[in-house]
């Protein structure tokens, strides 16, 4: 295969990945939004995974890319010229760039209902501590006092 044919494998190949990676923002989206810590927690595995994937294309297609003496997919458009490849380049760029848009809005979104979970678990715990009379902790008995009750609890 050409180097150019090279670069347009990667290229597909980096649009199906990041279509992947939509994918598995929109499960961990609903992970979130469940609190489903397993599936959550594949979710997270998977993403790893495609982060480490996506990187070494990326690596790749930029040896193939310094192989053109360019550095952007704009720049081997220029070099190859008016052609149907040219053509599918455009494509693929064009799909790539709406592809991360997406993926950076669903991570964002997936950033801040973690963030409210994190304040939700966060005022349940000061709660507790306040109905306990005293922050979370243990005596030197290692009994835990319960206001209003004479229950002690041996841990």
Do not use: C, P, W
Request: net charge negative; aromatic share 6%.
């Amino acid at each position: 295969m050409s180097e150019l044919g090279s670069i347009l494998e990667e290229l597909r190949e980096l649009e199906v990945l990041y279509d992947k990676l939509l994918e598995l923002e929109g499960k961990e989206k609903n992970a979130l939004i469940k609190a489903d810590t397993s599936e959550l927690d594949m979710v997270i595995e998977l993403k790893k995974y495609m982060a480490l994937r996506i990187g070494e294309l990326q690596d790749r297609l930029g040896r193939g890319l310094k192989n053109y003496n360019v550095d952007s997919l704009d720049g081997l458009k220029a070099v190859v010229g008016d052609t149907k490849v040219s053509s599918e380049i455009s494509t693929i760029h064009g799909s790539l760039k709406a592809l991360v848009e997406e993926i950076k809005r669903l991570e964002t979104l997936n950033f801040y209902i973690a963030q409210e979970h994190m304040r939700f678990y966060n005022a349940l715990l000061s709660l507790y501590s306040t109905a306990m009379g005293r922050s979370v902790g243990y005596n030197r008995e290692a009994r835990i006092e319960i206001k209003g009750s004479q229950l002690n609890v041996r841990v």
